[in-house]
């Protein structure tokens, strides 16, 4: 009898290892991340963090004041990628973004970004603590998957040597709607609808809710700053 239930038991192993790699998300490396996301009672789907709590015992990464490297994983097959951040400890505010337009992306792989560029006027100073946050919105279905790495900003550090930060050939980025004119805001937003219409001909509806909700939430986003 034992002899029978171990294979069975290496084969649930494998079932449940299996399972952990299809609902595997995405990763950060550095900054260190929070804490490890795929464990549990972690869950990356829980916003803004994965439900991990910023504690006084936390791993934070000196960054620089200017901005720093961001190196993380995708281990899905598509994303929409926005990077934000948060200034405090304990954030729950993600209100300053460090990508002037969410991104692309397509392909499992390794995204390293050598130097975030911050938005001038922040108060932002030696020692001032804050967390990112890697999100990303599944462009089939609208889910979205978080994970945060906890920051101090200083002089003292340092960017990612560049053989540290390598994005792999297997994935794909582009500007969310890099393919159409952003000049105005019709041509964008003619062209998200376009896309629209045409995906509803071989989707179900359920699945064009996310990107014509990303068209709208970007014409309007567009059209605000003309
Ligand atoms: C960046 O990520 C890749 C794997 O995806 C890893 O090999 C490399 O060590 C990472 N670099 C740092 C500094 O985290
Ligand atoms: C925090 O950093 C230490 C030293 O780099 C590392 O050993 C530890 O695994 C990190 N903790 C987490 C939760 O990642
Ligand atoms: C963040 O808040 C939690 C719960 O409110 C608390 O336990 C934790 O110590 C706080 N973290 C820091 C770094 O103060
Ligand atoms: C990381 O999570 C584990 C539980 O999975 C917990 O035991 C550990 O204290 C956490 N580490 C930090 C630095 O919060
Ligand atoms: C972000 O939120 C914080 C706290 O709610 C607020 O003080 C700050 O002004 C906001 N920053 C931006 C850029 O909106
Ligand atoms: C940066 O380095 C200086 C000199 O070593 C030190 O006094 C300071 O505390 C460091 N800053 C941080 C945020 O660690
Ligand atoms: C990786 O791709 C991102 C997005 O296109 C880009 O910003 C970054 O500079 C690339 N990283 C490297 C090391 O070329
Ligand atoms: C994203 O990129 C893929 C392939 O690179 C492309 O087919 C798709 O239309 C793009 N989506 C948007 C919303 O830009
Ligand atoms: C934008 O589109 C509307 C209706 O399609 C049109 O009336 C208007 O002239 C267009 N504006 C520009 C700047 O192209
Ligand atoms: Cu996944």
Known sequence: MMGA???????LVMIASFQVLVSAHTQIWYPPWRNNSFNTPFSQQIYPCAGIIDTPDTN????PLTGGSLNVTLHDGAA???VNLGLGVNVTNFNISLLAIPLNETGAGNLCFPQL?????????????????FATSNPKNGEGLYNCADITFSANATLLPSDQCVNSTTITVNSL??????????????????????????ASSAMVVAPSFFGLLLCGLLAASL
Do not use: H, M
Not at 5 to 11: A, G, N, Q
Not at 60 to 63: E, M
């Open 60 to 63: 934070r990464t000196l960054w």
């Open 177 to 202: 709607f890099s393919s159409a004119s952003v000049s105005s805001s019709n041509a964008t937003c003619a062209a998200s609808g376009a896309a629209t219409a045409s995906s509803t001909a071989k």
């Open 5 to 11: 239930s171990k294979p069975f038991s290496l084969l």
């Open 80 to 82: 929409i990628i926005f």
């Open 117 to 133: 560029v911050l938005p001038s006027g922040l108060p932002i100073q030696e020692g001032t603590q804050a967390s990112i946050q």
